[in-house]
């Protein structure tokens, strides 16, 4: 299995075929694109009956080794199966199985459709990133182990993504994270979450500033290309490879567990932010898996939203994006869209960067066909399942209340918007899987303000705010950060 970028011209991606092993580290391919493999490894119908059989992470195993196929598979089973355990995923809803880690629950089976939540967000932080991450930090251990190298975790967050990071890298051999978080600007739950952590190789910087002096910080560190290599800086935002991957395995759960036959096919509703978890779906699908519609659900920073209804890719500048209470979809470009568009345009790496490159320069660009528009591949998106919603704060409130009064769960911010949009699009005949990418104690103001009481939360969780926090806070200056990195990293 090789890897090519979505802007490799066919010489440099002839002269530089990728392995898993070699993309796993890194984020973009030094052309600026995104890798994607050369071709997606396709699932026979026998393959999908003997899976349905698997534990999750069996089923982990077997579609990782379509991917990864330049490491051992004996290796691989190891990982999977320390990865995946109802240990590490064990906040499931009462009368779900935490055995199955990403188990289904059925909503509503009616004459209007069958609409089904698949809980993704059993780990560690909550949150259906660590899904992926819970992985990401196996797959890192073991492959800078076998190059006896290290690598040194930079980035910003300000929620999810951070901690999802610590909790996967926290102990791991040779990988240290350095995570920068505004001070006092995250809620105290998120705070409690990643600053209780005692673990020596993680640390918490709070910087005396708003996210985005957080992400200047990264920015400026990191096009300090010496210092960076001295350091072995790396990330492990929404577009490594290894990530997507990761998540393409529970779009094959989801199927297999709410299906019988493979001649039946489901629908997916997915909250999207940064188009990683959908992206994963739309390979899933591509690798023969019977999925219909692939539903993409916004709030109003509704860029993807916008595209799948109208063929124009507009990103948003910071002053138009908002800051909603669903705020882990809160983006005002979807990093992962390209990998789509690259699709779209039949795999034309040139005209791929060309319309990126616009995006730059002109803040987006047009596929609906219109004139003095940049193409009109606008009509072949329905032959890929995609469809779309927006969903606001008000949809959001009363969602909340409607599944708490109709099927007695409280779900999060982000589900909501979820099964707002997945109610405007379920099909009888088709199941509609709404993928649950929170669990609600994460967001508690909102379920608060809808419900009138505070959002359960999982056992061990209850007193997170008093555990001691291990933190540093410092002002936002590159010369400090970098000091501070090097006298940690000791490189
Ligand atoms: C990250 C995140 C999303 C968005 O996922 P993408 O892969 O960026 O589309 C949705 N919900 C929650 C709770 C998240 O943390």
Not at 61 to 78: N, S, V, W
Not at 389 to 411: K, N, Q
Request: proline share 4%; with cysteine.
């Amino acid at each position: 299995m090789h890897y090519v970028s979505t802007r490799a011209t066919s010489a440099s991606a002839a002269r530089n075929p990728q392995q898993f092993s070699d993309i796993l580290l890194g984020g973009l391919a030094p052309d600026g694109g995104l890798y994607l493999p050369a071709e997606y490894p396709q699932v026979s119908s026998a393959e999908l009956d003997a899976w349905r059989k698997l534990s999750y992470a069996e089923l982990a195993y077997e579609i990782l080794r379509k991917f990864a196929t330049d490491i051992p598979d004996a290796d691989l089973k190891e990982l999977t199966a320390r990865t995946y355990t109802p240990e590490v995923y064990r906040n499931a809803r009462e009368g779900e199985a935490a055995a199955d880690i990403t188990p289904l629950r059925v909503l509503e089976d009616g004459p209007q459709g069958k609409l089904v939540l698949q809980a993704l967000s059993n780990g560690p932080t909550l949150a259906f990133k660590d899904m992926a991450m819970q992985l990401l930090g196996n797959l890192f251990e073991y492959a800078l182990a076998k190059e006896n190298d290290e690598l040194n975790i930079f980035g910003a967050t300000s929620g999810d993504t951070g901690s999802a990071a610590e909790y996967a890298m926290r102990g791991k051999r040779g990988v240290r994270v350095f995570m920068l978080s505004p001070h006092k600007k995250m809620s105290a739950f998120q705070t409690a979450q990643m600053f209780s952590l005692q673990d020596p190789n993680i640390f918490n910087i709070a910087v005396e500033g708003v996210f985005d002096d957080c992400q200047d910080l990264v920015k400026a560190v990191s096009n300090d290309l010496e210092f960076k290599a001295r350091q072995k800086i790396g990330t492990v935002n929404s577009i490594n490879w290894a990530r997507v991957v990761a998540q393409v395995v529970y779009y094959f759960r989801g199927y297999l567990a709410a299906t019988t036959s493979n001649d039946q096919k489901v629908s997916f509703t997915v909250p999207s932010g940064n188009f990683g978890n959908i992206c994963a779906g739309h390979i899933a699908r591509m690798m023969g898996l019977p999925i219909d519609k692939l539903v993409a659900a916004t709030n109003e920073n509704d860029v993807l939203d916008e595209f799948f209804r109208t063929g124009v890719y507009r990103v948003r500048k910071p002053s138009e994006t908002f800051h909603t209470s669903s705020p882990s979809m809160d983006i005002s470009k979807a990093s992962n869209f390209e990998r789509f568009v690259y699709e779209l345009v039949g795999r034309d790496a040139e005209r791929t960067h060309a319309l990126f490159r616009k995006v730059d320069t002109h803040g987006g660009f047009d596929l609906s066909g219109a004139p003095g528009s940049d193409g009109d591949e606008f009509r072949d998106v329905a032959k890929y399942g995609f469809l779309s919603g927006r969903s606001t704060h008000a949809d959001r409130l009363a969602t909340i209340r409607d599944v708490a009064d109709d099927y007695g769960i409280t779900i999060d911010t982000h589900t909501a918007d979820g099964i707002k949009v997945a109610r405007e699009h379920v099909q009888p005949g088709v199941p509609m899987i709404v993928l649950e990418t929170a669990l609600a104690a994460k967001f508690n103001e909102t379920i608060l303000e809808a419900l009138g009481e505070d959002a359960a939360r999982p056992a061990g969780f209850e007193d997170i705010e008093s555990l001691p926090q291990r933190f540093v806070v410092m002002p936002p200056d590159v010369s400090l950060m970098k000091a501070y990195i090097a006298e940690h990293t000791g490189l």
